[in-house]
T-cell receptor, first 113, second 113 residues
Framework: EAQVTQNPRYLITVTGKKLTVTCSQNMNHEYMSWYRQDPGLGLRQIYYSMNVEVTDKGDVPEGYKVSRKEKRNFPLILESPSPNQTSLYFC????????????FGPGTRLTVL | GNSVTQMEGPVTLSEEAFLTINCTYTATGYPSLFWYVQYPGEGLQLLLKATKADDKGSNKGFEATYRKETTSFHLEKGSVQVSDSAVYFCALRKGQGTDKLIFGTGTRLQVFP
């Protein structure tokens, strides 16, 4: 089944404790991105990747890192999480940049205390 | 810059009522327009899309027409069902290459029997 998976689905952590949210797709997609969803703000792009080893900042990259060492994986790294990073995070992928359909993962709800 | 504005919710309807969720956009050039739906506890799914002026996207009884003259992409359905209860996001794709989606804030639809 074609899908985007994220882990964990739920995470409660404390300020400053490094964490990684994994994202994996099995569709051989080139383009992957991370969004965060906050009430009243919709979804905002954090980082994106056009292909392996090619990543760039989205609209709200502060406090986040990403890597794209393999085509299927695009982890989101919070080196020192803060409470303002409490949010719902979505990973998305598409076959190539500029194609119309993006596929979204199920989301990761992160709470930073 | 590019932006999407959609009506605030929640929208509360009885089953079989007519649905309209308004969406307007600001963009340079000719963006592609999308409606995504998010069912409780799930990620976003593409509902419908339109890539040029006067195109009508449709899926599952939902429709939206790309109106360049009014910069709008309103979502409509003639007869809603309880199973349509979800959050609906209007979005535009920001030009070529990045595949970045710019989302509205989302509109929650609640349909009661």
């Amino acid at each position: 089944e074609a899908q985007v998976t994220q882990n964990p689905r739920y995470l409660i952590t404390v300020t400053g404790k490094k964490l990684t949210v994994t994202c994996s797709q099995n569709m051989n997609h080139e383009y992957m991105s991370w969004y965060r969803q906050d009430p009243g703000l919709g979804l905002r792009q954090i980082y994106y990747s056009m292909n392996v080893e090619v990543t760039d900042k989205g609209d709200v990259p502060e406090g986040y890192k990403v890597s794209r060492k393999e085509k299927r994986n695009f982890p989101l790294i919070l080196e020192s999480p803060s409470p303002n990073q409490t949010s719902l995070y979505f990973c998305a992928s598409s076959l190539k940049p500029g194609t119309d359909t993006q596929y979204f993962g199920p989301g990761t709800r992160l709470t930073v205390l | 810059g590019n932006s999407v504005t959609q009506m605030e919710g929640p929208v509360t309807l009885s089953e079989e009522a007519f649905l309209t969720i308004n969406c307007t956009y600001t963009a340079t050039g000719y963006p592609s327009l999308f409606w995504y739906v998010q069912y409780p506890g799930e990620g976003l799914q593409l509902l419908l899309k339109a890539t040029k002026a006067d195109d009508k996207g449709s899926n599952k009884g939902f429709e939206a027409t790309y109106r360049k003259e009014t910069t709008s992409f309103h979502l409509e359905k003639g007869s809603v069902q309880v199973s349509d209860s979800a959050v609906y996001f209007c979005a535009l794709r920001k030009g070529q290459g990045t595949d970045k989606l710019i989302f509205g804030t989302g509109t929650r639809l609640q349909v009661f029997p």
